[in-house]
């Protein structure tokens, strides 16, 4: 099976950027859709950006104008530059992908473990 990496994470001060990089090990896998989902301490898990095979691409209300998605599915990877990062964007963010198939295995969630994100002065 696969296993999803985040990396990228860290302080950062107010109007800051970053840039998280999610790395998909294995092989023989196909996926629908990655995306960047936050949880900050006490709230639920929230949409920051996903994008699929076909192209489409989505944002949180939140981070709309800020934050870009990118995927290299020849490089398994999917980024995402945080630019003017606010202190409202602390937060832990998970690299998802949705719809994984390995053969004949089907995975409808695969979560990463998460990457702390803190901005503050």
């Known amino acids: 099976q696969v296993q999803l990496v985040e990396s990228g994470g860290g302080l950062v001060q107010p109007g800051g950027s970053l840039n998280l990089s999610c790395s998909v090990s294995g092989s023989g896998f196909s996926i629908s859709a990655m995306g960047w989902h936050r949880q900050a301490p006490g709230k639920q898990r929230e949409l920051v950006a996903r994008?699929?095979?076909?192209?489409?691409?989505n944002y949180g209300d939140s981070v709309k104008g800020r934050f870009t998605i990118s995927r290299d599915n020849a490089k398994n990877t999917v980024h995402l530059q945080m630019n003017d990062l606010k202190p409202e964007d602390t937060a832990v963010y998970y690299c998802?992908?949705?719809?994984?198939?390995?053969?004949?295995?089907?995975?409808?969630?695969?979560w990463g473990r998460g990457t702390q994100v803190t901005v503050s002065s």
């Open positions: 994008t699929t095979n076909g192209g489409n691409v």
């Open positions: 998802h992908a949705a719809d994984l198939d390995i053969g004949w295995i089907h995975l409808d969630d695969v």
